[in-house]
């Protein structure tokens, strides 16, 4: 779809040669996203369980294609006190934006080292949303609510998904060739790589078995009715 919108614009009173290098130009960047297969995975803890909210990511280790996919834009909104999302996942240059849907106050923050930030109490939108400008997992808190906890997986490369509640993740459609995959979820002790190899045509969901430890999560404090944890 790319290549052909491009080539529409470029015909536009250009010499027939230059007009063949720039469609040559274009096929050969746009190239790898017509190619390729689906790549999806499957998730499953040490229990046999489904494990959600495992980033899965492919980096290409054929020199493949750069990514020239835009960065986009994601809400991580506090509800009920508490991150909705969980866990985010992101390509390097995304915005995260951070609404407060309670009418409680929130001081949303990040003493990480990649992404240090701080948004002072508000409540309705933020004032602007973060850039995550560099990859690596970055823990999100609230100064107010200590159980409050969000992660953002900012990865360098297009291809990533976040698994579902029923394990699975699919990435969508990648070139052919080989790739390191990277997979972190919040319970495991270090992010678990495979290597893979996309070849063209349909292909079963990866199955990968992850070694999960204790959830660390701090537990929500009775509410002033006395009606146990949340
Ligand atoms: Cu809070």
């Known amino acids: 779809m790319f290549s052909g919108s491009l080539s529409a614009s470029a015909e536009l009173g250009r010499p027939p040669d230059q007009r063949a290098m720039v469609l040559v130009l274009a096929a050969l960047v746009f190239a790898p996203f017509a190619a390729g297969a689906e790549v999806a995975f499957k998730f499953i803890d040490q229990k046999n369980q489904p494990v959600a909210d495992a980033v899965v990511s492919l980096l290409p280790l054929d020199a493949a294609a750069k990514s020239v996919a835009p960065a986009e834009a994601a809400v991580i909104s506090q509800q009920k006190q508490e991150f909705i999302p969980y866990v985010t996942a992101v390509q390097v240059g995304s915005a995260v934006h951070f609404p407060n849907r309670d009418t409680v106050k929130h001081q949303v923050y990040s003493s990480s080292k990649i992404k240090k930030f701080e948004l002072p109490l508000y409540v309705g939108e933020a004032k602007e949303p973060i850039v995550f400008d560099r990859p690596g997992v970055i823990a999100v808190g609230c100064n ?28 969508g459609r990648a070139p052919p060739g080989r790739y390191r995959v990277e997979i972190w979820q919040p319970r495991l ?29 701090i537990r929500r404090t009775p509410d002033a009715k006395g009606g146990g944890y949340k």
């Open 189 to 217: 002790d270090k992010p678990v790589t495979r290597e893979i190899t996309v070849t063209e045509g349909p292909a079963a969901p990866t199955a990968v078995t992850l070694e999960l430890g204790r959830d660390r999560r």
């Open 144 to 171: 107010i609510h200590d159980w409050m906890l969000a992660y953002v997986v900012v990865l360098d490369t297009p291809w990533f998904a976040k698994s579902a509640a029923d394990g699975t993740a699919s990435i």
